[in-house]
């Protein structure tokens, strides 16, 4: 049975802010969790002294605003906390999850050309369920406008995607939405099982083919199977 008590949801003030909260008060409101928000005043290195005074003053805007926000949560009924932090960005999220147990993390994403965004180096670093919002579909979310009605779960039969298919169909469930399965071979799969048959030869490629589709549908039949899972899969 899906456990939920707390989402914490990373926020930058930033134009995406608005998605982040949107998605994290649309999970909350399923689960009755309570939504943790936490902005970050990323430093490297401890600030000089002669920086406190515009650290402090920065702190009280980004309070000012997380309060705004927090009062968004609270119109619809979401329960919600905050913090303001200053730290490393990796540290002060692992800080965070410690103290709250939190259960899912929401966060926005954006890459940059020469080095990693801070969204790539949590999805890196933190081994815990996350819901990363981007795309064209969240556009337009805004607080008490999200709705999901189906949901994807790739799976290659590891153990993760086996936990991340248990997930998918709790919320599944639990959003009265739709799932569908996807599983695809890999290309060096294809190819190392190519070289391997018995007869590698381009006139019994389409046969060879199909008998990777009919064990992979197999596999996907199984797994339905031992999770329940009445929709058809995707292969």
């Known amino acids: 049975m899906l456990s939920c008590n707390c989402i914490l949801t ?7 802010t608005e998605k982040n909260l ?5 999970f909350a409101s399923a689960t009755g969790s309570t939504v943790r928000l936490l902005y970050i005043i990323d430093y490297l290195l401890t600030p000089p002294s002669y920086l406190t005074s515009y650290i402090e003053d920065e702190k009280k805007r980004e309070e000012k605003e997380m309060a705004r926000l ?12 905050f913090s303001v932090m200053l730290g490393r960005l990796h540290e002060s999220f692992m800080k965070v999850i410690r103290e709250t147990s939190a259960d899912l993390l929401v966060i926005g994403y954006k890459s940059h050309i ?4 801070s969204s790539e180096r949590l999805i890196k670093s933190l081994a815990m369920p996350m819901l990363v919002v981007r795309g064209k579909y969240a556009e337009q979310a805004a607080p008490g406008t999200v709705s999901i009605r189906k949901i994807l779960c790739p799976v290659d039969f590891s153990d993760n995607s086996l936990k991340a298919l248990s997930m998918a169909k709790e919320y599944a469930e639990l959003f009265s939405a739709e799932l569908h399965i996807l599983h695809v071979v890999p290309s060096h799969v294809i190819k190392e099982k190519w070289e391997q048959w018995s007869k590698p030869q381009e006139r019994e490629r389409e046969r060879f083919e199909e008998g990777l589709h009919s ?3 197999a596999k996907l039949a199984q797994l ?3 999770f329940e899972i009445p929709e058809e899969g995707v292969i």
């Not at 990373?10 to 995406?16: A, E, K, S, T, W």
């Open 215 to 217: 064990e992979s549908a």
């Open 10 to 16: 990373g926020i930058d003030l930033g134009p995406d």
């Open 22 to 26: 949107a998605y994290a008060a649309y």
């Open 114 to 117: 020469l080095r990693p965004s």
């Open 70 to 81: 927090q009062d968004v949560l609270n119109g619809l009924g979401v329960k919600s906390e």
């Open 224 to 226: 339905k199977k031992e």
